[in-house]
């Protein structure tokens, strides 16, 4: 059975993720509070930015900007969009 999670961003109970998506406090928070669809948002849109605005992964500003834009998003703040970007059609 599916562990389940009153998911912070969604605002309702879903699945959540199997681990904590990266260790630490926020790895931990992330896997008690979000659920996997949340998750898979927020990782189609951090690739997004990370093709578009060309971060360099490398890069420690890089990293702390995607930490910032990541809790933004979670706690369903304005996020930074890839200015340009046109989704495909679905």
């Not at 998911?7 to 699945?15: D, F, V, Y």
């Not at 990266?22 to 189609?44: C, L, N, R, T």
């Not at 834009?69 to 340009?84: L, P, T």
Request: charged share 30%; aromatic share 10%.
């Amino acid at each position: 059975m599916a562990r389940l999670v009153n998911c912070r961003l969604l605002k309702k109970e879903l699945p959540g993720l199997e681990f904590p998506p990266f260790p630490g406090p926020d790895g931990q928070s992330i896997y008690d509070s979000i659920s996997k669809e949340a998750w898979s948002k927020w990782v189609a849109h951090q690739t997004t930015l990370i093709n578009e605005k060309r971060l360099n992964m490398m890069d420690e500003n890089a990293r702390k900007y995607l930490s910032e834009q990541r809790n933004r998003f979670f706690n369903g703040e304005d996020v930074d969009q890839a200015v340009g970007f046109v989704a495909p059609n679905e």
